[in-house]
């Protein structure tokens, strides 16, 4: 398969271009992404000589860009890129409109002339709001984003929903929970309270730190999107979860245990406005449908985490002050790819 991949120099999408490169033998993938503050190309310095992977630099937003791309002929497109901070979209919510809404319906809209066979939109159980306790989201549970995040994600899946009602084509969703592990930006709750806990700075946890979130280990994501990119059924939508909420205060807990550093780093802040309390997925379908399960569970992948930031504090320290962006000039500049390379 050729691969059209989108925002792969991300967290998740970076984890996905290794995990594909390394299970798939003879698969190969375009990497196009626009090298926002969350892009880093560092994040795959290990498989830039590949010959079955190219980067392009690029924005799903440039409808020229994407259909110059999209002339050559590709097996699949795999749609990461996005805004994904829900901080950064409650102070500013222009770019969460523009890349995730706008964005996505360019990127759909020239996958559909180009006759794209199959299309995977990586979308996010915030979509399905804040939910009660003792219950789960299933798939039709109805779409009640609160922060402006949730709300450009869930707007993007009405779009990809759209073109299937409409057009038929063949586009998937795929809604995942909270993801963690190594790559990612220091901005999200776990990378942010290790690195702080390395630097000997306070642990800020919003409220009462009783929300709780449901964390699945990067790597049994990217299984997941690999099994319903080959597997899933066009216009379904498939939950991803570990099935386990948990309140942030017993993460970053774990976090500092691991870390063997004391519970007084901890500060409780001020809350974030409209903070969600609590997400759950029910992952009933694609365990019916696909076989997907979870494999790792928390403490083993928060060990793992915390292992690899231990291990790379030459990254927290470029992702934290922008130095990272050098290796995007020193290798990459007036560089460009094609479908055609790979
Ligand atoms: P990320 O912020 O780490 O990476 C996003 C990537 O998209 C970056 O490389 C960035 O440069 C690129 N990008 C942004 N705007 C772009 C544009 N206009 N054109 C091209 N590229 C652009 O995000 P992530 O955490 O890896 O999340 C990836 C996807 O998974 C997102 O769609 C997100 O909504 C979804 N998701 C994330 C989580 C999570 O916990 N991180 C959970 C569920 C779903
Ligand atoms: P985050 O990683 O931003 O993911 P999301 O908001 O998409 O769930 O936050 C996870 C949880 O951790 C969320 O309930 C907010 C909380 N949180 C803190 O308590 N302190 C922080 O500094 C951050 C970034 C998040």
Not at 174 to 203: D, H, T, V
Not at 217 to 233: K, M, N, P, T, Y
Not at 234 to 239: D, W
């Amino acid at each position: 398969m050729r691969l059209l991949v989108t925002g792969g120099a991300g967290f998740i999408g970076s984890n996905f271009v290794r995990y594909i490169l390394r299970t798939r033998p003879g698969y190969s993938i375009l990497n196009l992404d626009k090298l926002t503050y969350a892009g880093n190309l560092e994040n795959l310095s290990d498989v830039e000589s590949n010959p079955h992977y190219r980067f392009h630099r690029g924005d799903i937003c440039d409808v020229e860009a994407v259909e110059a791309l999209l002339h050559e002929p590709v097996d699949g497109v795999v749609h990461f890129a996005a805004e994904s901070h829900v901080d950064r979209s409650i102070a500013d919510a222009r770019d969460f409109i523009r890349t995730n809404i706008q964005g996505t319906h360019t990127l759909l809209d020239a996958a559909r002339r180009a006759r794209v066979p199959r299309f995977v939109h990586v979308s996010t159980d915030e979509v399905y709001g804040s939910l009660p306790s003792g219950k789960a989201a299933h798939e039709e549970w109805p779409l009640q984003p609160n922060s402006p995040y949730a709300a450009s994600k869930a707007a993007s899946d009405l779009l990809v929903r759209s073109f299937y009602q409409t057009y038929r084509f063949p586009a998937i969703i795929a809604r995942a929970s909270n993801n963690y592990g190594p790559r990612q930006f220091p901005e999200k709750l776990i990378p942010l309270m290790i690195s702080n806990a390395l630097e000997g700075r306070k642990l800020p946890v919003y409220g009462d730190g009783l929300n709780e979130r449901d964390w699945v280990f990067v790597e049994d994501h990217c299984r997941a999107i690999d099994q319903v990119l080959h597997s899933g059924r066009p216009g379904e939508i498939y939950n991803i979860g570990f099935g386990r909420p948990v309140t942030n205060l017993e993460v970053v807990r774990s976090v500092l245990r691991i870390l063997g550093k004391p519970e007084d780093m901890i500060e409780f802040v001020a809350d974030r406005p409209g903070h969600d309390r609590r997400y759950a997925l029910d992952t009933g379908k694609i365990e019916r449908e696909l076989g997907w399960r979870p494999e790792v569970d928390l403490e083993a992948g928060l060990v793992e985490t915390v292992e690899w930031y231990c291990a790379h504090a030459e990254w927290i320290r470029k992702a934290k002050s922008g130095d990272y962006r050098a290796y995007y000039e020193k290798f990459y500049l007036n560089r460009s790819a094609s479908l055609a390379q790979i």
